[in-house]
């Protein structure tokens, strides 16, 4: 009986030896986050780690959030820190603001930036003016977040970026994520801070899966405020931008790459404060600079970096001028064809970039 056994354990053996050999060779695939969860994601630690954190705004609680980022925390943590609130951005930007002064931690969603307009007294001369106006006796910590600039189909009203005019603001923080690991990392540092930080998502990146590295999971990952992020290496063209136009820089450094064209392209994250330093490095490497963003050009983003480089240490390495890659300059029009001629596309980085390098 004994050989009889030894027998049948001799082949289960040798199969659970070849399965190790042979199934265990490739790598676990990295874990895929879209920007929505990724935001869910850094808002339910929060929310967990400190009592003081709630969320406010239109449907975020039993609607889970109109684009679905606030999906599950109402049930989490219910009606007393998921707070749905009527359709009054000027009212409850307002309440927001003073449970900050108060000493609570709110993060005030607007469905769209473009309605943040509605509130932008609240914004501006409530929570961003405060902090200076009481001597530094007043902190008020507070997130403003919620999709800015293009979307798709919604035409002029529902299409700015507002990165210039809220970057324009002393007293304000404001970061733009592009991918999930920016938009977690970035809303958990903003809800920390003891500032008014405005948070400007995209609709479109919403539903966009990313590689969701490992230290990006942890619940103490932060992604600095003021910090800018190189994406790529590259030594001909340094190519700056943020939110969604990050993406289509890296496709067309991809394109470029295959004439033998190699772009640095730097994600911002932040607007305000900007990250000059890491860009003039760039710039002092390659000698030539790009911007590119979805909004206006005039007064945008884009023109604040080339001012700063053309007033720093970098412009002496400048082998051409600077070049801005900006959406028309013109309200979004609602025609398919004609919203797509509006902001920028892969062809129009291609075609700065070859004019900048004189290709």
């Not at 709630?54 to 009606?79: H, I, M, N, T």
């Not at 640095?264 to 000698?287: C, H």
């Not at 064809?337 to 970039?353: G, T």
Request: aromatic share 8%; hydrophobic share 40%; proline share 6%.
């Amino acid at each position: 009986m004994a050989a009889v056994s030894g027998l049948v354990r001799r082949p289960l053996q040798q199969v659970s030896g070849l399965l190790r050999r042979r199934f265990h060779r490739t790598a676990p695939t990295a874990l895929q986050m879209t920007v929505r969860d990724a935001i869910n994601q850094g808002m339910d630690e929060e929310l967990e780690r400190d009592e003081k954190v709630f969320l406010l705004g239109e449907e975020v609680a039993q609607y889970d959030g109109a684009y679905k980022v606030s999906r599950g925390l109402w049930k989490k943590y219910g009606d007393k820190r998921i707070i749905d609130t009527p359709i009054s951005e000027m009212g409850f930007a307002g309440i927001a603001v003073g449970a900050a002064m108060a000493g609570l931690r709110p993060i005030c969603e607007f469905m769209t930036f473009n309605f943040s307009m509605q509130a932008i007294d609240q914004v501006i001369n409530s929570a961003a003016k405060t902090y200076y106006m009481s001597g530094g006796l007043q902190p008020v910590p507070i997130v403003f977040r919620g999709p800015n600039g293009a979307s798709a189909g919604v035409a002029a009203q529902h299409s700015q970026c507002f990165a210039a005019w809220y970057g324009h603001c002393p007293g304000l923080k404001v970061v733009s994520p592009w991918n999930s690991e920016d938009a977690k990392g970035l809303i958990k540092s903003a809800i920390r801070d003891n500032n008014p930080v405005v948070v400007l998502e995209n609709e479109l990146m919403y539903g966009v899966p990313f590689e969701f590295p490992a230290e990006a999971q942890s619940k103490d990952f932060l992604v600095p405020i003021g910090k800018a992020k190189v994406e790529r290496q590259g030594t001909h063209i340094t190519v700056v931008s943020h939110s969604r136009p990050v993406g289509h820089c890296l496709e067309a450094a991809t394109v470029l790459s295959k004439e033998g064209i190699e772009c640095e392209v730097i994600n911002m994250r932040t607007i305000r404060p900007m990250d000059i330093d890491t860009i003039e490095a760039s710039v002092m490497k390659t000698n030539h600079l790009i911007t590119v963003e979805g909004g206006w050009p005039q007064f945008g983003v884009g023109a604040e970096i080339c001012a700063r480089i053309m007033e720093g240490p970098a412009f002496n390495f400048l082998d051409a001028p600077a070049v801005r890659v900006t959406g028309a300059d013109v309200p979004m029009p609602y025609a398919k064809i004609l919203e797509d001629n509006s902001v920028p596309q892969v062809k129009d980085i291609i075609f700065a970039i070859k004019k900048t390098l004189n290709i």
